[in-house]
């Protein structure tokens, strides 16, 4: 079955403990995003990738590292979380191109206290 | 970046036509216009797309205005299942080293009233 995956699916972490939510998507799509949702501020852009080893900024980069090793993967760090990137997150991924469609995963939801 | 203009918000009785809007009159000729919604505790899903024709879908359909600056939704029987969150979104081009970068906003929050 085509998908996008995202561990761990929930998360309740401390202010600056580092962590990792994952993100797998089986259908060989150059392109993957991570995004965070907040209410009253709809579905913001964090990073996102046209392909390995290439990674951009979205609009809300700050607090978040990605990195692009492998095509099928693309893992959000948040290196020192803090209370206000607690947040309902998304990874999608797609072909390239503009006509093509994102498919998103099913969220991760982090507090971070 | 192309931006997007959606109505917050907007009701309608089940059974009957949608029709949901957006703005974006800063489109490239490039710039494709998707559509995605999100229902309650979900991922957002795709919807429809389109570049300068009308489309139709098994979901929906997509009136591109003749200038390419609006366009619109058409869910022509809204039922309970519809209500949802609906984005607008403009997705550039046909090159590999164009500018990915998408804005989703706030989108449209469609409440159907039975």
């Known amino acids: 079955e085509a998908q996008v995956t995202q561990n761990p699916r929930y998360l309740i972490t401390v202010t600056g403990k580092k962590l990792t939510v994952t993100c797998s998507q089986n259908?060989?799509?150059?392109?993957m995003s991570w995004y965070r949702q907040d209410p009253g501020l709809g579905l913001r852009q964090i990073y996102y990738?046209?392909?390995?080893?290439?990674?951009d900024k979205g609009d809300v980069p700050e607090g978040y590292k990605v990195s692009r090793k492998e095509k099928r993967n693309f893992p959000l760090i948040l290196e020192s979380p803090s209370p206000n990137q607690t947040s309902l997150y998304f990874c999608?991924?797609?072909?390239?191109?503009?006509?093509?469609?994102?498919?998103f995963g099913p969220g991760t939801r982090l507090t971070v206290l | 970046d192309a931006k997007t203009t959606q109505p917050n918000s907007m009701e309608s009785n089940e059974e009957e036509p949608v029709h949901l809007p957006c703005n974006h009159s800063?489109?490239?000729?490039?710039?494709?216009i998707h559509w995605y919604r999100q229902l309650p505790s979900q991922g957002p899903e795709y919807v429809i797309h389109?570049?300068?024709s009308n489309v139709n879908n098994r979901m929906a359909s997509l009136a591109i205005a003749e200038d390419r600056k609006s366009s619109t939704l058409i869910l022509h029987r809204a039922t309970l299942r519809d209500a949802a969150v609906y984005y607008c979104?403009?997705?550039?081009?046909?090159?590999?080293?164009?500018?990915?970068?998408?804005?989703f906003g706030t989108g449209t929050r469609l409440t159907i009233i039975p």
């Open positions: 999608a991924s797609s072909f390239q191109r503009g006509y093509n469609e994102q498919f």
């Open positions: 259908m060989n799509h150059e392109y």
């Open positions: 990738s046209m392909n390995v080893e290439v990674t």
């Open positions: 800063t489109i490239s000729g490039t710039d494709y």
């Open positions: 389109g570049l300068t």
């Open positions: 979104i403009l997705r550039g081009g046909i090159s590999n080293f164009g500018n990915e970068k998408l804005t």
